[in-house]
């Protein structure tokens, strides 16, 4: 394929551990840069990054340009814009920033240059994950490089635009992820969310406009500035703009990370990309997007791979990043092992979450353990509409409640099959 | 330098940390953003932080004990015991716990003799568990110390501990 | 107002609010935790969770949390939905899950809020099988008890504590279910408000330690509404007992002067009343007396014999008694308790207060400020729950520019987290550090005449016809432009002095300040010392040594002492000589004290728990207490035995002084409006103090006899020693115990509020006796700068929260947080003397005779030259004459 079919990984080669800033630019790095600030206001930089069609790829999927457009215009000189690079990465099943960032760095911080031009911030922050140490490193030197060549530091290609990046990395914690509570992290705080509205765009971090972006999310945009907004829009194969990374693990032949055009049909993911499954397994059902998002079964496998097509098939794309569910892996004892994560990285701000989850691993646990009853599955099914969207303070535990209250669905039998005392006894490997 | 000792009220921290700590606060509008990075510093020179060091870094950040204490027991990644020279993170969460992470952990208590979160008894070593690593096409996998280990396998008691 | 729809029917609400506030205010039912109503929204607890409709079409709706919803015009909600209710009541199982039923042994119990909200959703059925997490507890000093497995995480103990009151030693540790509320450590916490932590937390974690010693259940106090005895600001208090022992003190809601807090000297002070110090029967020449039938005769002719009686007064005690003992021996034979610089700032502060024509503000007033000068105090520790409010005062101009961004003032952390920490200037001059410092926008630290020459400079430069004081250095005169600016800027700014500095001119300063401030909206404040220092000095009399003088010159005979250890006040010397140049000494007092102990003849009085009188707080409010229980014989009121031995006194009633006092002095005639009289009724009957579940009256003194002791009557308030009346139509105001059908804990002040966190339906308790007007011309008297003297210190006395103030001082919980004993001294001083830190001293008087040994503290704000003593203890009498000192370092041997 064409490299500029795959834009974002035409500089991660199998045999290079990663790309310098040479090799990023001799495949025309950080002339999306230039175009943007030399040529275009950064109003202009955010109509085309809106007219793109560029959604968040952090999981929400909002329009990127919309939501730097959000920010108020800068009324002052002693007003402060930031924006901050969320690179958390932690989603159980989800593995694309890593790799983003631990191969072509320079593609990230060319894309936070131009968004921070966008959304005229002079002070960028990118919030690493602490166990990424390779991903700190490399950045650590891009970043060097970059300041050496005048693409970051006092006036950005001698423009009249300042920008400073500062690495961060973090202490390790799911709910660092959640854009707000990122905010409070970062300011050195407890990781709880905050209240919204008011929204980081209007308040965010020490109370100034903040945009916080996804990493693949900003990978994406040095491309839209160098080859514009046709060319971008061309890209997809559904309704959403772009490729996307998209990733399979567990018993799969091949697991692995593909550059994709978004809309993708996820049979073309599983079956093609990954090879299928592995021999002797069978596809019982995948979670599409991350630990939090909807089972799906085998008869969705040509559903494709977009925000709203997914979401129609009782699903979120979430990170695309796809969890395989074999039919040797007990889909009961996968949702304890999931909530076990969300019980644990529950922030412990709001009630339904903080005692909920633990209650529902305790739930699991009680059947798996041959203690359950049948009214506990109701009690289950309760507490996913009790820690749904909406009720509690962010969206930790409705994400959490997705897969159980799916598994409850498509996989009651094997609940029901430990209660009543039946279970064949499925453990993981 | 001299007077930021000083002022820290506390000599056990090195004149070292107290620089790189200072470097950090230098990063961001308030002092106490620095806290997380402050105490992994402090780590990294002390593998954990001990309540005079946390009591210190309170007092060269200029904010309260308790916050700090707070801040310190949020974090899956700061240790407010003591650990072995190496950590051994490793990965339980879904994708890994399907390919064999309680294997993982089985082999590497056994093998060390220590439960989750204890210290080997040459003090070389702690077990933890960690969530996702962001490396599921290759699990289970595990953090050694700062290194990710890919596709532990039956043998992965050799893979992590061989130098 | 915004028009809304509550199911089905329409209500108006004010515009602004949230839901939750807005349904309460309506007087509707819906349970919550982590909002607080003066704490905002936190949107944690998700226990308010109701249904709001898209429009008039929509039927389904979607639930959200009325706390964290802002009331818009048209607004169709649901509390009633089905889907809401179960939410509710889901959610109370979730807090239950972890929460140990132990209601039983639980202090909390029968004033629970987490019982209260529980009921309220009707959870009833426990589902959870599996264990609960527990947690270690720790000892958090003398106040506070700790039992965390009982917290329901609700973060408001951290929101009260660490943002609301500045506190910076609680906080919460861990995560997902294992959040731990606590100290980094073991020991007492530190801020000066954690008692409110026992009402702000909504269950038993935080409870009252003082209460534990001698617990009794809500329903079982019987309650009276009082007046806080610690301080000049008049806080209410809701003072429990139980077999006639005073239990606790709990906050009592107004909303112009205390609102939901009270200080922890004002909650943990009251233990002096069951101390062992009380003076528990009249004594003649150091006898018991048989009763006081047999002390009144005494009494009696005692004063028949005397060849001239003078009578001192006090400010700690009522208006009444004052007026009493006045009465008695004459006007021209009266005198304040008040040494002779406290009378003269007492006079001058009721001066400026009364024809100054500036506005003295209420607390809740002064939380309105958006510019603060404080000149001369440390009114953390000279009037605390003033530092409360002024905390909050700085916080308006982030609401301010909230407002701008459209974040409504009950988002809290929004506004906490707004950029540049926008705050209203607060400006300090001080003595040395105080505990505001964290909030100011600029301190300064000085001698009083440097503080009142600040001041001084600050008028003219707001106003160029004030005068104008010599040589300010450069850094005093940006800093006098600055603060100069802050107040200019500001729509209500505030000036805040008072009697700390024991300075005349740091007052007059205070005054040509707000004088000379362009706004309308000015305000003026005053600290003053005692409960009812202003009260004395609205009534007027002569300070003390007038009265040392009318023994000494022979001119009378007798002294009758109200209520006033006069040791406190004056020299031991000339208290010595006066008291033994004076052949009869009455002293009628509550507690023993130095005075006491010379007493010929000794009346045991009540204290403000078992009596009633009127006290007039720095505001120039009065305010009535009651008693809380009846005192028992040979113990009478202060005014009781007073009224004993004048003409028809034994029939004179507390209402006929208060009226006679009103009629009689000059600027009291509104007290009478301060509280009804004793023969007002509610449907017919006097309001009992006793709530209508309180147990085992009958049964109470079975030990002692099997009959039912009648119950005494109350001939002098509206209030019955009594469970039977009616309270549902007393006005919130006069209610003893505060309760609702299913509102059991303090929270039920929701019901009895104009509006939530308003004013009391009715009206706040107290009566504003005089708004100030006319004008002053500027005070012109300033001072020359201070200069340290090589060979003498100056003796600064500093309050402190715990020690200063007399009675709470015989409380052992406060006793027990007094600091030790020590001298603040600068450190070039120190230096000089080569002394450091806990180094022993010898102070000697400018003489050089020695007086005491004390050890050195250094205090790096101190100004030099000043030696700062806590003031009011014991420990300092002997160096109460002097003001200048010689130190002296001491070489003590050490021992072998
Ligand atoms: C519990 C939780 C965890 C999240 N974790 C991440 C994360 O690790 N990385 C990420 O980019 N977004 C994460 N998000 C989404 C962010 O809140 C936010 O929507 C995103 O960073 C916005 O960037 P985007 O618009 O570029 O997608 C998380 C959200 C929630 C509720
Ligand atoms: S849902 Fe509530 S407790 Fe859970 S992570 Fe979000 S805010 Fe924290
Ligand atoms: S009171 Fe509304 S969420 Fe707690």
Not at chain 2, 121 to 143: K, M, N, S
């Amino acid at each position: 394929m064409d490299i500029m079919d795959k834009p974002l990984t035409k500089n991660i080669l199998p045999d290079r551990a990663f790309a310098t800033l040479a090799d990023y630019e001799s495949t025309g790095g950080y002339q999306g840069l230039r175009q943007a600030i030399t040529q275009l206001q950064p109003k202009e930089v955010r109509q085309w990054v809106k007219d793109a069609g560029l959604r968040g790829r952090g999981g929400a999927g909002f329009n990127t340009g919309l939501k730097w457009g959000l920010v108020p215009e800068k009324k002052t000189n002693d007003t402060k814009h930031y924006l901050v690079v969320n690179a958390d990465e932690m989603e159980p099943g989800t593995f694309k920033d890593r790799f983003l960032l631990e191969r072509d760095p320079h593609q990230l911080i060319e894309g936070i240059i131009i968004a921070a031009y966008a959304i005229q911030a002079n002070t960028a922050y990118i919030f690493l994950r602490g166990e990424y140490h390779l991903a700190a490193q490399r950045l650590t030197h891009a970043l060097q490089e970059a300041r050496t060549k005048n693409y970051l530091g006092e006036h950005v290609l001698n423009t009249g635009f300042s920008l400073e990046i500062h690495l961060h990395t973090s202490a390790g914690r799911y709910i660092c992820g959640e854009e707000s509570a990122l905010l409070n992290a970062l300011e050195g705080k407890r990781a709880t969310p905050r209240a919204k509205p008011p929204f980081a765009v209007v308040s965010g971090l020490w109370g100034w406009p903040t945009v916080v972006n996804n990493v693949e999310t900003l990978c994406n945009v040095p491309h839209i500035l160098q080859y514009g907004v046709e060319w971008y829009q061309s890209l997809g194969r559904g309704l959403d703009k772009g490729t996307k990374l998209f990733g399979v693990s567990g018993r799969v032949k091949c697991p692995g990370l593909w550059e994709l055009p978004m809309g993708t049909p996820i049979r073309e993911i599983i079956e093609e990309h990954a090879g299928g499954m592995q021999d002797g397994y069978k596809l019982r059902g995948f979670l599409p997007g991350g630990a939090s998002t909807d089972f799906m079964l085998p008869e969705q496998l040509d559903v494709l791979m977009d925000y709203d097509t997914v979401a129609k098939a009782g699903s979120r794309m979430g990170t695309g990043t796809i969890i395989v569910l074999d039919d040797k892996t007990c889909p009961v004892q996968m949702v304890l092992n999931l909530e076990e994560f969300f019980a644990q990285e529950s922030c412990g701000w709001c009630t339904p979450c903080r005692d909920g989850l633990p209650w529902t691993v305790t739930l699991l646990k009680d059947i798996i353990a041959g203690h359950g009853r049948m009214e506990d599955l109701d009690t289950l099914a309760g507490l996913t509409r009790m820690l749904g969207p909406g009720n509690t303070f962010c969206a930790l535990a409705p994400g959490a409640m997705e897969p159980l209250q799916s598994a409850l669905k498509y996989f009651r039998a094997d609940f029901e099959r430990y209660i009543v005392g039946h279970n064949v006894v499925m453990e993981p490997a | 330098m001299d007077e930021l000792i000083e002022k820290s009220g506390f000599e056990g921290l090195s004149p070292t940390e107290i620089q790189e700590i200072t470097a950090e606060m230098g990063h961001y509008e308030d002092k106490t953003a620095a806290s997380i990075e402050a105490l992994k510093i402090v780590q990294k020179h002390r593998r954990w932080v001990s309540d005079p060091c946390l009591v210190a870094v309170s007092e060269l950040l200029g904010i309260s004990t308790a916050q700090l204490e707070g801040v310190a027991t949020f974090y899956n990644l700061i240790y407010r015991q003591p650990v072995g020279k190496t950590v051994i993170h490793y990965c339980n969460s879904v994708t890994c716990w399907m390919m064999g992470a309680e294997r993982v952990r089985e082999q590497l208590c056994r093998h060390l003799n220590v439960k989750l979160g204890e210290m080997s008894a040459d003090g070389e070593y702690t077990v933890l568990p960690i969530v996702c690593l962001g490396a599921c096409d290759h699990a289970p996998v595990a953090l050694v110390g700062d290194q990710l280990k890919l596709d532990l396998t039956d043998n992965a008691v050799n893979e992590i501990l061989k130098r | 107002m915004a028009s809304i729809e509550i199911d089905g029917n329409t209500y108006n609400v004010t515009d602004g609010n949230n839901v939750l506030s807005a349904c309460l205010s309506l007087g509707l039912d819906l349970p919550y935790f982590c909002w607080h109503p003066a704490m905002g929204s936190a949107g944690a607890c998700r226990q308010c969770a109701i249904i709001q409709y898209k429009d008039a079409e929509d039927t389904r709706g979607r639930l959200v949390m009325a706390c964290m919803t802002p009331v818009s015009e048209n607004m169709r909600i649901s509390l009633a939905a089905e889907q809401a209710h179960q939410f509710r009541s889901d959610n109370i199982e979730l807090l239950m899950t972890n929460h140990p039923h132990d209601c039983p042994v639980c202090e909390e119990g029968g004033e629970c809020h987490l019982q209260d909200m529980t009921v309220m959703t009707g959870h009833i059925v426990r589902r959870f099988r599996g264990k609960k997490r527990t947690h270690q507890n720790q000892n958090l000093g003398s106040f506070i008890n700790h039992e965390m497995n009982r917290c329901i995480a609700c973060y408001r103990c951290v929101r009260f504590y660490d943002e609301y009151a500045g506190g910076k030693d609680l906080q919460v540790f861990g995560a997902h279910n294992n959040v731990y509320f606590g100290r980094f450590e073991d020991g007492a916490l530190e801020s000066e408000f954690s008692g409110n932590l026992v009402e702000v937390c909504p269950t038993g974690v935080f409870t009252d330690k003082t209460f534990s010693t001698h617990y009794a259940r809500k329903w079982d106090l019987q309650t009276a509404p009082s007046i806080c005895v610690h301080c000049s600001l008049g806080c209410n208090i809701a003072p429990g007992e139980r077999y006639g022992e005073l239990r606790r003190v709990a906050n009592r809601y107004n909303g112009e002067v205390n609102g939901y807090f009270l200080c922890d000297r004002g909650r943990f002070g009251y233990g002096f009343v069951n101390s062992l110090k009380r003076i528990r029967v009249p004594r003649l020449n150091f006898q018991a007396m048989a009763s006081a039938a047999a002390a009144k005769m005494q009494f009696h002719d005692l004063l028949k014999s005397a060849k001239g009686v003078i009578g001192i007064g006090s400010p700690r005690a009522s208006l009444e008694a004052n007026f009493a003992l006045r009465s008695l021996v004459g006007e021209e034979n009266y005198f304040l308790g008040l040494e002779n610089t406290e009378h003269t700032l007492l006079s001058a502060i009721i001066k400026i207060m009364r024809d100054g024509g500036i506005h003295s503000p209420s607390l809740r007033e002064v939380e309105q400020a958006d510019a603060i000068l404080i000149l001369g105090e440390d009114v953390t520790h000279s009037a605390p729950r003033l530092a409360l409010s002024l905390r909050q005062a700085v916080r308006n101009a982030s609401f301010e520019l909230a407002e701008t961004m459209h974040i409504p003032k009950w988002q809290d952390a929004a506004i906490r987290q707004l950029p540049g920490h926008v705050r209203s200037p607060l400006f300090i001059a001080s003595i040395c550090a105080t505990r505001l410092d964290d909030t100011a926008a600029e301190t300064y630290r000085g001698s009083p005449e440097d503080i009142a020459r600040l001041g001084f400079a600050i008028a003219h430069c707001l106003d160029g016809s004030a005068p104008v004081p010599e040589s300010l250095s450069e850094t005093e005169q940006a800093l006098v432009t600055t603060i100069a600016n802050g107040l200019k800027q500001a729509n209500r700014p505030l000036i805040v002095s008072g009697t700390t500095c024991a300075s005349l001119v740091v007052i007059q300063a205070a005054y040509n300040v707000a004088k000379a401030l362009p706004s309308k909206g000015s305000h003026l404040t005053f600290t003053v010392p005692e409960c009812n220092s202003l009260g004395v000095a609205i009534m007027g009399g002569k300070p003390l040594q007038k009265a040392f003088e009318r023994v000494s010159n022979g001119s009378a005979d007798s002294a009758i002492i109200l209520e006033n250890d006069l040791y406190r006040r004056a020299s031991n010397r000339d208290v010595d000589l006066f008291l033994q140049t004076a052949s009869q000494v009455v002293v009628i007092d509550s507690l023993e004290n130095k005075t006491t102990e010379k007493a010929a003849l000794l009346l045991s009085a009540a204290t403000f728990a078992e009596s009633e009188g009127t006290l007039v707080n720095n505001e120039g409010r009065a305010q009535r207490y009651f008693p809380v229980y009846p005192a028992t014989e040979p113990v009478l009121g202060s005014w009781q035995w007073l009224a004993s031995v004048m003409e028809n006194g034994q029939s004179l009633h507390h209402d006929a002084i208060t009226a006679a006092c009103a009629e009689s002095i000059l600027g009291l005639s509104a007290i009478l409006q301060a509280a009804p009289r004793a023969d007002y009724t509610v449907e017919g009957s006097k309001i009992p103090r006793q709530p209508h579940r309180y147990s085992g009256r009958t049964a109470m003194h079975a030990d002692i006899k099997v009959s039912e002791a009648a119950q005494p009557t109350d001939m002098e308030t509206p209030f019955t020693f009594s469970m039977e009346g009616d309270t549902a139509q007393v006005q919130p105001s006069l209610l003893p115990v505060i309760w609702m059908p299913g509102w059991n804990s303090n929270q039920a002040i929701n019901k009895f509020q104009e509006e939530i966190g308003g004013h009391l339906r009715g009206g706040d308790c107290g009566k504003r006796l005089f708004e100030a007007s006319g004008t002053l011309p500027w005070f012109n008297n300033i001072p020359a700068a201070f200069k340290p003297d090589p060979k003498f210190w100056r003796i600064i006395t500093l309050p402190y929260i715990f020690g200063t103030e007399e009675l709470s001082l015989q409380s052992t919980p406060v006793a027990e947080r007094l600091p030790h004993f020590s001298v603040r001294l600068n450190p070039l001083d120190a230096e000089k003397l080569q002394v450091v830190s806990g180094d022993p001293i010898e102070i000697a008087d400018p003489a050089g005779t020695a007086i005491l040994e004390v050890t050195v503290q250094i205090e790096k704000t101190m100004p030099q030259g000043l030696l700062g003593v806590t003031a009011g203890r014991p420990e300092f009498q002997p160096m109460q004459s002097c003001s200048q000192v010689k130190l002296k370092k001491l070489i003590r041997e050490s021992p072998p």
